[in-house]
């Protein structure tokens, strides 16, 4: 096992190196960037998606005058720069020295791996902060979100499921699944605009605070007051990403057990005079657990990142999905790489804990005996 484990590593790096590749090949081609982002806020004419930004490009030029010099820009140094026509190209030089755009795009892309190799992220190119801080100030809000999440969803959909499978057919089934059905096609983001309108002070009851993870007195409270407010706050969101989750999980464990019980050594387990309690969890869950352990890495990284987006949105939640949409919006690659490469890793890594699982499940798969 100790083999696997090191050539799945090793694979990771390749891994890694192709998806920054391919994403920063793309934004070579993207229109826009962060030098155009500056240009844009000295000529007044930047239009953003969100004002979060703390320090505007106007802190990215320090005691530069954009005007100064000749007062007439090189075509050469400019003509790539929409907006740039009238602002010195010296200037122009220096923006592109800070943030990097005087060197070649392979040496600006060797330079990033080696130093995300030694998670060296550097500094935002709006933001008075280091890049570490700043995804390490964002991942309480979306490691909440996403552990809690996947964790209430599969505390609840596992049992859900078995149950569904043991009285397929019959009215519990019928009913569970049609709630099911109903609650997957009801988008997150329109039921937690409801719940905000029902229980967070939008028109009925004001029951639940609507923005942030704690309460502005966090530091004050006791621990089992700082633990209730936590959990006051997660309420209302992880119900609404909690909602639409349910559905995957419960059929693919119904559809999964249903499978099992239908096989031959089950027919044998009961024949030998093992009851159903036995033969279900002695004999099948160990096998049909299998499939929905291999769906555990896609739903926590869909809910850690993607799932949470709208939510953390929605509810004022500061944490790691509206920090890298922020990004992209903002033209602010480094934060916009740097985040890829954290959940590119944790991707890797928790398909390597998935393929893990396996074989604490069912001993007989044995991974170290295949070819990688």
């Given at each position: 096992?100790?083999?696997?484990?090191?050539?799945?590593?090793?694979?990771?790096?390749?891994?890694?190196?192709?998806?920054?590749?391919?994403?920063?090949?793309?934004?070579?081609?993207?229109?826009?960037?962060?030098?155009?982002?500056v240009i844009a806020q000295l000529q007044g004419t930047d239009v953003s998606a969100?004002?979060?930004?703390?320090?505007?490009?106007?802190?990215?030029?320090?005691?530069?005058?954009?005007?100064?010099?000749?007062?007439?820009?090189?075509?050469?140094?400019?003509?790539?720069?929409?907006?740039?026509?009238?602002?010195?190209?010296?200037?122009?030089?220096?923006?592109?020295?800070?943030?990097?755009?005087?060197?070649?795009?392979?040496?600006?892309?060797?330079?990033?791996?080696?130093?995300?190799?030694?998670?060296?992220?550097?500094?935002?190119?709006?933001?008075?902060?280091?890049?570490?801080?700043?995804?390490?100030?964002?991942?309480?809000?979306?490691?909440?979100?996403?552990?809690?999440?996947?964790?209430?969803?599969?505390?609840?959909?596992?049992?859900?499921?078995?149950?569904?499978?043991?009285?397929?057919?019959?009215?519990?089934?019928?009913?569970?699944?049609?709630?099911?059905?109903?609650?997957?096609?009801?988008?997150?983001?329109?039921?937690?605009?409801?719940?905000?309108?029902?229980?967070?002070?939008?028109?009925?009851?004001?029951?639940?605070?609507?923005?942030?993870?704690?309460?502005?007195?966090?530091?004050?409270?006791?621990?089992?007051?700082?633990?209730?407010?936590?959990?006051?706050?997660?309420?209302?969101?992880?119900?609404?990403?909690?909602?639409?989750?349910?559905?995957?999980?419960?059929?693919?464990?119904?559809?999964?057990?249903?499978?099992?019980?239908?096989?031959?050594?089950?027919?044998?387990?009961?024949?030998?005079?093992?009851?159903?309690?036995?033969?279900?969890?002695?004999?099948?869950f160990r096998n049909a657990m299998l499939i929905v352990v291999a769906g555990f890495?896609?739903?926590?990284?869909?809910?850690?990142?993607?799932?949470?987006?709208?939510?953390?949105?929605?509810?004022?939640?500061?944490?790691?999905?509206?920090?890298?949409?922020?990004?992209?919006?903002?033209?602010?690659?480094?934060?916009?790489?740097?985040?890829?490469?954290?959940?590119?890793?944790?991707?890797?890594?928790?398909?390597?804990?998935?393929?893990?699982?396996?074989?604490?499940?069912?001993?007989?798969?044995?991974?170290?005996?295949?070819?990688?």
């Amino acid at each position: 096992m100790g083999a696997y484990i090191l050539r799945r590593l090793l694979l990771m790096i390749p891994t890694l190196v192709g998806i920054m590749a391919i994403n920063f090949v793309i934004i070579q081609f993207a229109p826009g960037g962060p030098v155009e982002r500056v240009i844009a806020q000295l000529q007044g004419t930047d239009v953003s998606a969100t004002s979060r930004i703390s320090g505007g490009g106007g802190d990215m030029v320090g005691g530069n005058d954009a005007s100064g010099g000749s007062g007439v820009a090189s075509d050469s140094v400019t003509s790539k720069y929409r907006g740039a026509q009238g602002l010195d190209p010296e200037f122009i030089k220096e923006l592109e020295a800070q943030f990097g755009f005087d060197k070649p795009p392979l040496e600006r892309f060797l330079n990033m791996l080696w130093n995300y190799a030694r998670f060296d992220f550097g500094e935002s190119y709006f933001r008075d902060i280091r890049i570490l801080d700043l995804i390490v100030e964002k991942l309480p809000v979306s490691i909440s979100l996403g552990l809690w999440m996947t964790f209430i969803s599969y505390l609840v959909s596992i049992p859900l499921g078995i149950r569904k499978a043991v009285a397929d057919g019959s009215r519990f089934d019928v009913w569970t699944s049609g709630v099911i059905v109903v609650a997957y096609a009801i988008p997150g983001f329109l039921f937690a605009v409801l719940l905000i309108v029902l229980f967070a002070g939008g028109s009925f009851w004001d029951l639940f605070p609507l923005r942030g993870l704690v309460s502005d007195n966090w530091e004050e409270l006791s621990w089992p007051a700082r633990i209730a407010d936590y959990f006051w706050h997660l309420a209302l969101p992880l119900t609404a990403m909690v909602l639409s989750a349910f559905a995957t999980t419960t059929l693919l464990t119904k559809n999964s057990f249903l499978d099992e019980i239908r096989k031959q050594y089950v027919t044998t387990a009961r024949a030998k005079g093992l009851n159903e309690r036995q033969v279900l969890y002695g004999h099948v869950f160990r096998n049909a657990m299998l499939i929905v352990v291999a769906g555990f890495p896609g739903a926590f990284i869909s809910s850690f990142f993607a799932g949470s987006l709208l939510i953390e949105t929605i509810f004022s939640l500061d944490g790691l999905g509206l920090l890298g949409f922020e990004s992209v919006i903002n033209r602010d690659y480094a934060v916009v790489f740097a985040t890829l490469y954290i959940f590119s890793l944790m991707g890797l890594l928790v398909n390597l804990i998935s393929d893990l699982t396996y074989t604490w499940i069912d001993p007989r798969i044995d991974f170290e005996s295949r070819e990688v």
